[in-house]
């Protein structure tokens, strides 16, 4: 990308989306010290969403739409992360 060229609405939701696999690592390593048993599964199940969908979007698998960043980015700042 050339210095000054601006980003499309999806290029900036790609460029979030890859923030919250290191985000969601951080927030497990974080909460398994006070809970060992806390997962990727009950952090979807507390903020409504699907495991393997919640994967594929963390993974870069699919393009999320801005509704999904915008519920995913909700939920990673009520954990703090």
Sequence with gaps: MKIGQTLTPVEI??????????RVDLLL????????SYSEA??????????GFFN?????????TQKTVDS???ALRK???
């Design 56 to 64: 594929r979007i963390k993974n870069i698998k699919v393009v999320p």
């Design 42 to 51: 009950q952090f979807c199940a507390a903020h409504n969403f699907d495991p």
């Design 29 to 36: 390593k974080t909460r398994c010290k006070k809970d060992p």
């Design 13 to 22: 939701r790609l460029v979030t989306a890859r923030t919250w696999k290191k």
């Design 72 to 74: 995913v980015e909700k």
């Design 79 to 81: 954990e703090g992360v």
